[in-house]
Structure formats: C-alpha cells, structure tokens
C-alpha cells in the first residue's frame, strides 16, 4: 500500500512537474526553489484531542507559469519525540503537489495562496502500553493555506510566513482524520525569468 502511494504521487509529480517545465522554458517562465522550517501541531488522537507538536522542514519546488499562476511539488517531514510523556516518537513526512495563485505584488511583497495534494507516511515508536499509531502507515494528505514572500533580491526571497490547514486522513478508530495546523518560514531562490 505505502509504495504504491508513493508511486502515485511520485508519477504524479514527475508529470506535473515535467508539463510545468517545458511551459516555463518556453514562456520564459520563473522556477523558485525553497527550504523552510516546519511548526505543526497536531491532533493524533480524535477522542480527547491528544494534540502535540511537530517540528521539522520542507523542501520544495515551484513552476510559474505567469507571475501569478504556478505549480508546487513539495516534501516535507516534521518529528516529535516523547509524544505527551509517552516516549513514544513520531515521524510524518508528506508528499504533496499542486497549484499557487500569487497576487499581483509590488516589487518586494507577494502574498501567495495554494491547495497541494498527495499523501504521507507517518512512521514511530510508542512506549510499551500507549495507544496511538504504532508502527507506520500512509494515508492521504492535503495542506490549504498562504502566506507572504519578501524578496531580498532579484534572486533571493524569504518566506516570512506561511500558514496552512494540513489535513491527514491516517486510521484513529473514530473518523480517520486529523485537522493540524502547519505554520511555516524559509528562504527561497529564484530561476530564470524575471519577477
């Protein structure tokens, strides 16, 4: 099951982003490469919320085919260790791609908003006798936010923040759903084009 997601989103992906490249390299186009760090607290367990937080970093790629119109293929992976004094640990990393609309923006502001789609993998260890997700397991995921870019340079930009509704749809024996908050910020640099 975990490798077949993975293929799809993977196969996915790659179309995407091969579609997307040749429309930029022949429009001209403007490809951005970013890093950020990742905030997410989350509510693993249904029941009696069970909430924690995730800290981890994301890595991704945007194709723009205009300067308000782009495609993003983003991996990310956030970490928690002793899950609400459990011992436990938990890794969640995400595969996600999808469309970015920015806004008409002045020479050093843009604020973005974006929907990507795909899936994620949770993988940890619990403590002896705790409840949760043991092992791993893969489930759809979705992030649904925006944020704002400042650009340093012609080249060089920082995402000063990011905020996202980060949904997983991981088994938790009630609804299998999570509704998470990801906050993020990073730096980004810029190819081709100008913007």
Same mark, same amino acid.
């Given at each position: 099951?975990?490798?077949?997601?993975?293929?799809?989103? @993977?196969? *996915?992906?790659?179309?995407?982003?091969?579609?997307?490249?040749?429309?930029?390299?022949?429009?001209?186009?403007?490809?951005?490469? +970013? *890093?950020?760090?990742?905030? *997410?607290?989350?509510?693993?367990?249904?029941?009696?919320?069970?909430?924690?937080?995730?800290?981890?970093?994301?890595? &991704?790629?945007?194709?723009?085919?205009?300067?308000?119109?782009?495609?993003?293929?983003?991996?990310?992976?956030?970490?928690?260790?002793?899950?609400?004094?459990? +011992?436990?640990?938990?890794?969640?990393?995400?595969?996600?791609?999808?469309?970015?609309?920015? &806004? !008409?923006?002045?020479?050093?502001?843009?604020?973005? !908003?974006? *929907?990507?789609?795909?899936?994620?993998?949770?993988?940890?260890?619990?403590?002896?006798?705790?409840?949760?997700?043991?092992?791993?397991?893969?489930?759809?995921?979705?992030?649904?936010?925006? +944020?704002?870019?400042?650009?340093?340079?012609?080249?060089? !930009? @920082?995402?000063?923040?990011?905020?996202?509704?980060?949904?997983?749809?991981?088994?938790?024996?009630?609804?299998?759903?999570?509704?998470?908050?990801?906050?993020?910020? +990073?730096?980004?640099?810029?190819?081709?084009?100008?913007?």
């Amino acid at each position: 099951m975990r490798k077949l997601l993975l293929m799809k989103t @993977l196969t *996915v992906s790659l179309l995407l982003f091969g579609f997307a490249a040749v429309t930029t390299s022949q429009s001209g186009g403007l490809v951005d490469v +970013g *890093v950020d760090y990742n905030y *997410v607290r989350t509510n693993g367990a249904a029941r009696d919320c069970g909430c924690f937080a995730l800290n981890g970093g994301s890595g &991704w790629v945007a194709f723009n085919f205009s300067h308000s119109v782009g495609v993003v293929g983003e991996i990310a992976s956030q970490h928690a260790s002793n899950i609400s004094g459990s +011992g436990g640990d938990l890794t969640l990393t995400s595969y996600l791609v999808g469309p970015r609309y920015t &806004w !008409a923006h002045t020479r050093h502001f843009a604020p973005f !908003a974006q *929907v990507l789609l795909g899936g994620a993998h949770a993988s940890g260890g619990l403590a002896p006798g705790s409840s949760g997700l043991p092992g791993s397991a893969d489930a759809f995921a979705m992030t649904a936010g925006g +944020g704002l870019d400042i650009s340093l340079t012609r080249r060089i !930009a @920082l995402r000063a923040l990011e905020a996202d509704y980060y949904l997983t749809r991981f088994d938790n024996g009630v609804n299998d759903h999570q509704n998470n908050l990801r906050i993020a910020a +990073g730096v980004i640099v810029r190819f081709g084009g100008s913007k």
